[in-house]
């Protein structure tokens, strides 16, 4: 029912040098502005934070909310109609499930002809290609330059960090990125790469909501954990029971401690 989306700043955007209490005064979008990244700085910030361009900012709001937002800022309101993937692992496999869910065409590259047979029979809505995704020729032949969504996921993360380079030089489309290992991350922050999604980060926030849970089992339940900007912010989401200090307190009310 609520949605947390992170989102850069351009230097052209309306938003450049606005207030975010101005978002909600002077344009009317009951949206929540829960964390601005600004170089290697993370602000919890308040009404009268000025944004900049380049600024990373996420915010949350209801669906409809979000949209309207985005509406009135012209920020990514084109829908994305078609992705190719190349990898047919369990990744690859969720991901085009998802798509194919939401209305979008999935077209889903893997080298294995048993995994191959395995996709079709699983995903019969999705086009299921035997090959090799990592051959330009291949990947321009099933139509590349006109895919508004792509994802690297094969095992190997030197294959997806080079397919997702050459793919980002032929199309502007969105790019994602799956890589496994983490050791080289500053290395990997300066390439022209978009999203980049690493398997073991999603998992260990798992562990973390479930630990962070039994830490506050005394006054609350949490439901929902993230990190986010790089792990320097968390949103959590959790149940206020019964006989909690906070409750009945307006939340302006609340001491809450800076940023």
């Not at 047919?88 to 080298?111: F, P």
């Not at 994802?151 to 890589?179: C, G, M, Q």
């Not at 339940?221 to 959790?238: H, Q, S």
Request: net charge negative; aromatic share 6%.
């Amino acid at each position: 029912m609520v949605e947390m989306i992170h989102f850069k700043v351009k230097s052209d955007s309306k938003l450049c040098n606005l207030t975010l209490i101005d978002i909600r005064s002077k344009f009317r979008c009951n949206v929540l502005a829960c964390t601005v990244q600004r170089g290697d700085d993370v602000f919890i910030p308040t009404g009268d934070f000025v944004l900049q361009a380049e600024d990373m900012v996420s915010i949350m709001g209801s669906r409809a909310d979000t949209h309207e937002f985005f509406r009135i800022f012209g920020v990514g309101m084109r829908k994305i109609p078609d992705a190719m993937i190349v990898g047919g692992g369990k990744v690859g496999y969720y991901l085009a499930k998802s798509l194919l869910d939401s209305g979008i065409k999935v077209k889903l590259i893997d080298s294995d002809p048993v995994r191959c047979e395995q996709l079709a029979n699983q995903l019969p809505e999705a086009d299921i290609i035997c090959g090799d995704g990592t051959d330009k020729n291949l990947i321009m032949e099933e139509g590349l330059l006109g895919t508004a969504g792509f994802a690297a996921l094969t095992s190997i993360d030197e294959e997806n960090i080079l397919l997702s380079l050459y793919v980002r030089s032929k199309i502007s489309s969105k790019v994602v990125t799956k890589i496994n290992r983490i050791n080289y991350e500053d290395v990997i922050e300066k390439m022209d790469l978009d999203t980049i999604i690493n398997p073991n980060i999603v998992s260990t926030e798992l562990v973390a909501q479930f630990v962070r849970s039994m830490q506050h089992t005394m006054d609350s339940d949490i439901e929902t954990y993230r990190t986010i900007n790089d792990g320097k912010a968390e949103a959590l989401e959790f149940v206020v029971n019964e006989g909690a200090k906070i409750v009945g307190i307006p939340l302006m009310e609340l001491k809450r401690k800076n940023n």
